[in-house]
Nanobody, 130 residues
Framework: QLQFVESGGGLVQPGGSLRLSCAAS????????VGWFRQAPGKEYEGVSCTSSSDGNPYYADSVKGRFTISRDNAKNTAYLQMNSLKPEDTGVYYCAAFRRGYFSGTYYCRRGGPRSDYRGQGTQVTVSS
């Protein structure tokens, strides 16, 4: 069964950290580009961070640069988004996505109007509040 299952969201105070995980089953994540997207209240769906299958030069939205890190563990077939120094404006539902044609730049997958993903996680709520 093909699945892409997210975990790791929750409530955290400003300045805190969370790590989101997305475990793939039924397909080999290492050959896919991976991206993390979020839907914040009243805002457009946006690409937060994306990386090609080779993980070279990942893309980060300006709002998260220096605070978020995208990574993957091929042995576990899992992708991660480490989120540090969280701010209230990081609140939203976060989705992981995988793209079969994984050889483009991270910017390509995260850009507005970018390609449709082949697999997407179910979404996990991140709330940053004191």
């Amino acid at each position: 069964q093909l699945q892409f299952v997210e975990s790791g969201g929750g409530l955290v105070q400003p300045g805190g950290s969370l790590r989101l995980s997305c475990a793939a089953s039924g397909f080999t994540l290492s050959s896919y580009a991976v991206g993390w997207f979020r839907q914040a209240p009243g805002k457009e769906y946006e690409g937060v961070s994306c990386t090609s299958s080779s993980d070279g030069n990942p893309y980060y939205a300006d709002s998260v640069k220096g605070r978020f890190t995208i990574s993957r563990d091929n042995a576990k077939n899992t992708a991660y988004l480490q989120m540090n120094s969280l701010k209230p404006e990081d609140t939203g539902v976060y989705y992981c996505a995988a793209f079969r044609r994984g050889y483009f730049s991270g910017t390509y997958y995260c850009r507005r109007g970018g390609p449709r993903s082949d697999y997407r996680g179910q979404g996990t709520q991140v709330t940053v509040s004191s």
